[in-house]
Every structure is written in C-alpha cells, then in structure tokens.
C-alpha cells in the first residue's frame, strides 16, 4: 500500500503545484487508510508501451471576432495525463509545428477565473518539461503512422479557421482510420471531421455515430459576447457549427447536453464533445486499444 503511495505521489508532483498537491496527499492518505488501492489495473507490456499522437491547433486570429485563438489548455492536458498514467507514450504535434498558443479563457491563471479550478493543466503549465512540448510541437506532415496507436485533435477555437487548410492532418487522420489504428478528436477538434476523407472520397464520419461541440453550446458562447456587448448580435463567435457540418456530411450526431462531459465511440472512430471531455475521450482511446 505505501508503495502505491509513492508512486502517485510522484506523479502529482508532476501535474499539480505545491499548494495543491499537499491537499491531494492528504485525501489519497485517507483512502489508503481506508484500504483502497491506487494501483492502476491497466495491464501493460512495458517492452511495447501504446503510443499516442496528440494534436492541437497552431494560433491565429478569428475572421469573425478578430480574437486570438489557439488551442484549449483541458483538451491537452487531461488526455495527457489519462495516457501517461496509463503507461503510454504521448508526442504532441501541429499542423505547421513550432509554438503553441492556448486559447486566453482556457489558462487557469486567466483573468477571466473561466479555467480556475483546473488544476491538471495549471500543473502542466508550471512543469517546465512539459510546458516544453506545447513550445516546440512536431509538424504532422513529419507523423509516422506505424509508429503510434492513436491520434487524437484536441480542440480549443483555432480548429474552426484553420483546420481546413490543414491537409496533411486530414490525410494522417484519415490514414490512423483506415489502417483500423484509433483515430479521436474532442471539442472544436472534430472540425477534422468536416474535411477527413477516406480513399473512397467519403467523409470518414459519413454514418458514424460521433459528438462534438453542440449547437446549444454555440448558443450559449453567443449570447455570453453578447450579452457583455464583445459583439453585435448579428455576428457568431464561429463562423460554422460543428453539429451542423456534421449531420449535413451524414454523420450521426449525438450529444449529452449543455457542458457535459461526454464522448462517443464507433468502432475506431472516437470523439468528445467539448473541452470538459478530455478524460472521457482518452479513456474511450485506452479501451479501444486494449489497453
């Protein structure tokens, strides 16, 4: 039992800052008091570790609010953390490389308090190695597909204004699909849904069962710029809808209503529905793969 102990222990030190993880020792303490065991029963060949490719959005500015926008810290961060807790290998990639830029509301250090309470990605932001790879991410033209298990697009705003250039991770997520490997996307990260084709020339989310960012949840970011007059009402935040494109492509969409945590798998296809998804959709990825 104490081993287990250490061994969380050491991996909170990574993820959470020192305030908090003082806190998180004391309730993992109490339930090793009460007999319960952190031990992770996910059964792993150590010698050929899963290894996944996470993608997020390289920055740029909004056509429809002139914002900059990235990538969204929880849709990095919580699958992140799932995966290695879990024995895998994790690279992070984008479509053009280089720094990643998150999205303001997404920081827990924000202004806005929006992202306050997430602590995995305040610790992931206050551990140098890690905040590193948001730093100097692999372009995904450079992605080999027999070298990982999975892909999975985080999301964040910049996916809906530059997704659809972004051919080379149309093709490498198209390709993760078709060689019958996972291939995921959360949040405004299913916006690779909209472009990903397979062979055939049809869209991979054609007939599939998929979730994404809602309608209702376009609704409520629209009416919250609104209502502090960051834009007229004739003007959207996105200059599409995920829902939509998604149901006129022929998938079918589903959802679990307003900001619930939610993701969906069909056959090797898996996808989140926002940013409070991350965990549910890595989870999805780890039993597809057998863990």
């Known amino acids: 039992m104490v081993a287990h102990y250490n061994n969380s222990a050491s991996l909170f030190s990574v993820f959470i800052p020192a305030r908090a993880e003082l806190k998180i020792r004391r309730i993992v303490t109490a339930h090793l008091e009460t007999g319960m065991s952190l031990k992770d029963p996910n059964v792993r060949n150590p010698q050929a570790r899963k290894r996944v490719a996470l993608v997020i959005a390289n920055p740029a500015a909004s056509i429809t609010t002139g914002w900059p ?15 290695t807790e879990s024995g895998y290998e994790v690279e992070i990639f984008s479509p053009q490389g280089g720094k990643c830029e998150a999205d303001g509301m997404s920081d827990p250090n924000d202004a806005s308090g929006y992202s306050k309470t997430d602590l995995i990605s305040q610790g992931f ?56 490997k996972v291939a995921a996307a959360l949040c405004h990260g299913v916006a690779v849904l909209a472009y990903a084709q397979g062979r055939d020339g049809e869209y991979l989310a054609k007939g599939k069962t998929v979730t994404g960012f809602a309608n209702v949840e376009e609704d409520f970011a629209d009416q919250a710029v ?54 549910e959709t890595a989870r999805l990825v780890i039993e597809a793969l057998g863990r």
Not at 69 to 83: A, K, N
Not at 160 to 166: K, Q, R, S, V
Not at 254 to 268: H, I, K, P, S
């Open 226 to 279: 609104w209502s502090y007059g960051l834009l007229p009402r004739d003007r959207h935040v996105m200059p599409w809808r995920i829902e939509d494109r998604l149901k006129a492509i022929g998938a079918n969409y589903v959802q679990a209503g307003l900001w619930r945590n939610f993701a969906v798998r069909d056959g090797n296809l898996i996808t989140g529905q926002q940013n409070f998804s991350g965990e």
């Open 125 to 180: 932001i206050h551990t140098p190695e890690l905040r590193a790879l948001v730093d100097n991410t692999n372009k995904v033209a450079d992605l080999e597909l027999a070298a990982f298990d999975a892909i999975v697009v985080a999301g964040g705003q910049a996916p809906m204004f530059t997704f659809e250039h972004a051919t080379d991770l149309h093709q490498k997520f198209a390709a993760f699909h078709e060689a019958g």
């Open 69 to 83: 926008v990235g990538f969204w810290w929880s849709e990095l961060t919580h699958p992140y953390h799932v995966f």
